[in-house]
């Protein structure tokens, strides 16, 4: 089963914000999760997000297309990165992201979304 692994965005990641401790010590925790992921043989793909900002949104009415720019409202509704995991079930998923670094510096939140098959 794929599933993808969507770290949801916070103020602070949609602004940038990069404290010492989660660009030295977070970094090193992710990446060794990350490298037992890829041992596990669980890892299909990771990345992290630009902030919204940098992006952009297609909004569909019937033949018409708007165009809309970054930055996005909600943070909290945004995905900062993902993972994208070939696991046994949901339930292997929710142990792995339960293992998970916090990959914020404050409360965060990690969404498991299955792949349609």
Same mark, same amino acid.
């Given at each position: 089963m794929r599933v993808m692994v969507l770290v949801k965005a916070t103020a602070d990641s949609e602004a940038g914000v990069m404290p010492e401790a989660w660009s030295s010590e977070m970094m090193a925790a992710m990446g060794r999760f990350n490298d037992e992921l890829r041992a596990a043989g669980l890892l299909v793909m990771a990345a992290g $997000?630009?902030? %919204? %900002?940098?992006? #952009?949104?297609?909004?569909?009415?019937? =033949?018409?297309?708007?165009? /809309?720019? @970054?930055?996005?409202?909600? *943070?909290?509704?945004l995905v900062a990165g993902f993972w994208l995991w070939d696991?046994?079930?949901?339930?292997?998923?929710?142990?792995?992201? #339960?293992?998970? +670094?916090? *990959?914020? *510096? @404050? *409360? %965060?939140? /990690? =969404?498991?979304? +299955? $792949?349609?098959?």
């Open positions: $997000l630009a902030a %919204s %900002s940098a992006g #952009k949104r297609v909004a569909f009415d019937g =033949e018409a297309r708007t165009v /809309i720019d @970054g930055p996005f409202p909600n *943070p909290q509704e696991v046994a079930d949901m339930d292997a998923a929710l142990a792995w992201v #339960k293992r998970c +670094p916090n *990959p914020m *510096p @404050g *409360p %965060s939140i /990690i =969404e498991i979304r +299955p $792949l349609h098959q």
